[in-house]
């Protein structure tokens, strides 16, 4: 293993110890029982059990009256206004019919909401985005909760909702959790004409017709945008962590190849259940080394700075206290092997293409950069997913292919990367701490001094801007008040068209906020996450217009330069909304979650470290070791 990699993740364990042990030991009770009892719903009463199976056909009611037959738990985010979701309309039929094939017998659970942050970017209802995760964590649990079911298929792609899926199945640790993608749409418009197209708009030198025609180019058909964003930084991470079969990532909807192995995903829900010889609970394949390795890949793929808080949360719900020190460590060790939009002008079926995930999980097996000895879905290892699938008259079988890039543009080796180091950086200073992607920001612009030009909201900066106040200058943008407490922490991606024009005029120009920036954000240099925020009191709040502000991604340095004491002695500009202000497009119905948010570098969700609230049943730390998970091999914790 590399140094790096192999001293991170023992700090992980060392620090998560007492939280990892309570979580698995509470998880381990349910597992025990369900080994000993049999199906789930044996336990549930004569009425209970006829209310969940009541609308099935007369054959699965058949099955369910039965103690033999797993149930499967399908709990989606279909809806056929997403491009992404809406191939998940006809997913039900295929796997309720592959699961029944394999011996068991599926629902669909419940649905959870599934929002577009390319819809509401910019919008009112982009300050619910965020706070949608929590919400599908919660609705997750609520599928889970009916105690019909032995495994799990999660259907969901974007943003929020991965990581919402996961968290509320993390809560249901014992059973096994299948994620089921849906891929991308095929290529559109070139990302570089989509670019400098959006670039020409905000500039005035076209109008919407125009924009819109090219928009409708680049997003046209069902499948996830090709961008790599948030939400196929997702798909990335779910496949290194073992949560997707192996190469099921990247294929396109509407393929035999796509149905196959959609089928595929069913029939091993059925066969990791605990009452097979493979039980495979998802509180033991999402472990501390599983959370390195998603570390690993965001890092080596330049992959959505969202996931500096998604994995975060994630690894909260599993007992794991992951922290912003561990990115870091890890960012100063792995190579950045990828160039996808917006690091450069290739699509994720591009890379895909190019070789995709087994050739880079593969390489950096190789190269130590990754944990192999972890538990997925698809076996004990992380080897299983160097193979590739393919289709054959039995389905679908798994070939191993070699680490090797069929476009060197697209996909390096570990031994001749884009970058020496990752994509992400992490940055400090008397401002507080804060996120940094590098992947796609030019060298001479990682460093920037400037006087600060202070917003309390996205829209000023836009009027600036189209006022031309922001001409023939430079200027770090200052925009606060937009971190979890203070309105949802939306994303200002819509921002990043007009101040790359003014860093192509020439201009030094930079972004400083508590806010978040998109997963497909560019070239502009930015300093996001800021924590803590404005509306807790953060030193953001004491900056003033003129303030000189240096960043310096390189070094990993955010600062305001003012003489010892200075700032300390400011009180706060501005202030967030009220409770009365924030009110329409259904704001005022997450007051709740903006006041119990946590800071963005703790995952900027309302819910605590799993375990940190104290032992299982009463059990003590040493105690809770004991009752710790076992599966079906008796290892233990793996």
């Known amino acids: 293993m590399n140094r790096t990699v192999q001293e991170v993740t023992e700090r992980l364990a060392e620090r998560s110890a007492r939280t990892r042990d309570v979580y698995l030991a509470r998880v381990g009770e349910a597992a025990r029982e369900a080994k000993r009892r049999g199906t789930a719903r044996t336990a549930l009463g004569c009425a209970n059990l006829a209310h969940g199976f009541a609308a099935c056909s007369p054959a699965d009611k058949l099955v369910l009256r039965g103690a033999e037959r797993p149930g499967v738990a399908i709990v989606t985010a279909y ?76 259907l969901g792609v974007c943003d929020k909702i991965v990581p919402g899926l996961l968290i509320g199945a993390l809560h249901f640790g014992h059973l096994p959790a299948v994620f089921v993608p849906a891929g991308p749409m095929p290529s559109g418009l070139p990302n570089k004409v989509k670019a400098r197209t959006r670039q020409l708009f905000a500039e005035g030198k076209i109008g919407r017709g125009e924009m819109l025609d090219a928009e409708a180019k680049s997003y046209h058909s069902p499948g996830t945008c090709t961008f790599y964003g948030t939400a196929n930084s997702n798909q990335v991470l779910m496949e290194v962590m073992g949560l997707h079969l192996p190469g099921s990532t990247f294929v396109n909807p509407g393929t035999e190849l796509r149905d196959g192995l959609t089928r595929a995903a069913a029939r091993r829900a059925v066969e990791i259940t605990a009452h097979g010889p493979e039980y495979t609970p998802v509180a033991e394949v999402v472990d501390e080394k599983a959370l390195v390795n998603a570390a690993v890949a965001l890092l080596a793929t330049g992959g959505s700075t969202n996931h500096t808080m998604h994995l975060v949360a994630i690894a909260a719900a599993a007992g794991v206290e992951l922290l912003w020190d561990d990115l870091a460590a890890l960012s100063k060790a792995v190579p950045l092997l990828t160039r996808m939009y917006p690091n450069g002008q290739a699509d994720v079926n591009h890379f895909h293409a190019a070789g995709g995930m087994q050739a880079l999980i593969g390489d950096l097996l190789d190269s130590g950069l990754l944990h192999e000895d972890v538990l997925t879905i698809a076996g004990r290892g992380l080897g299983h997913y160097r193979s590739a699938p393919a289709l054959t008259g039995a389905g679908v079988a798994w070939e191993e292919r070699a680490p090797v890039s069929a476009d060197p543009d697209v996909l390096r080796p570990v031994a001749d990367p884009f970058s020496a180091d990752g994509g992400i950086h992490m940055l400090s200073g008397n401002l507080g701490r804060a996120v940094s992607k590098v992947s796609a920001v030019r060298p001479e612009h990682l460093v920037i001094e400037a006087p600060a030009k202070v917003f309390d909201d996205q829209s000023e900066l836009l009027a600036a801007f189209e006022a031309g106040e922001l001409d023939g200058q430079d200027f770090v943008a200052v925009i606060r008040y937009q971190g979890p407490s203070a309105n949802g922490m939306p994303e200002l991606h819509k921002l990043t068209p007009p101040l790359a024009v003014l860093l192509d005029r020439g201009q030094r120009v930079a972004i400083v906020t508590d806010g978040r920036m ?27 217009e003129g303030d000189r502000v240096r960043l310096d991604s390189g070094a990993g340095t955010l600062d305001v330069l003012l003489p010892e004491g200075e700032l300390a002695s400011r009180t706060p500009e501005g202030r967030p909304l009220r409770d009365d202000e924030w009110v329409g497009t259904g704001r005022e119905l997450f007051a709740a979650f903006r006041r119990a948010a946590g800071p963005a570098e703790r995952g900027a969700g309302i819910f605590a470290v799993s375990g940190a609230e104290g032992g299982a049943n009463g059990l003590d730390a040493e105690a809770a070791r004991a009752a710790a998970l076992v599966t079906a091999g008796g290892e233990g914790r793996a």
């Open 79 to 154: 809806n056929d206004m997403l491009s992404a979701h809406q191939p998940y309309e006809t997913y039900p039929a295929i796997l309720k019919e592959a699961v029944r094939e394999a011996g068991g017998v599926a629902h669909v659970a419940g649905g959870v909401p599934a929002m577009c942050d390319g819809v509401t970017q910019g919008r009112a209802g982009m300050e619910l985005s965020l706070y949608s995760r929590e919400v599908i964590a919660m609705a997750t649990a609520i599928a889970l909760s009916h105690d019909m079911f032995d495994a799990s298929l999660l």
């Open 518 to 544: 998109s997963g497909a954000s560019g070239k502009v240099p930015a300093a996001i996450h800021l924590s803590p925020e404005a509306a807790d009191g953060g030193p953001i709040a004491l900056v003033r």
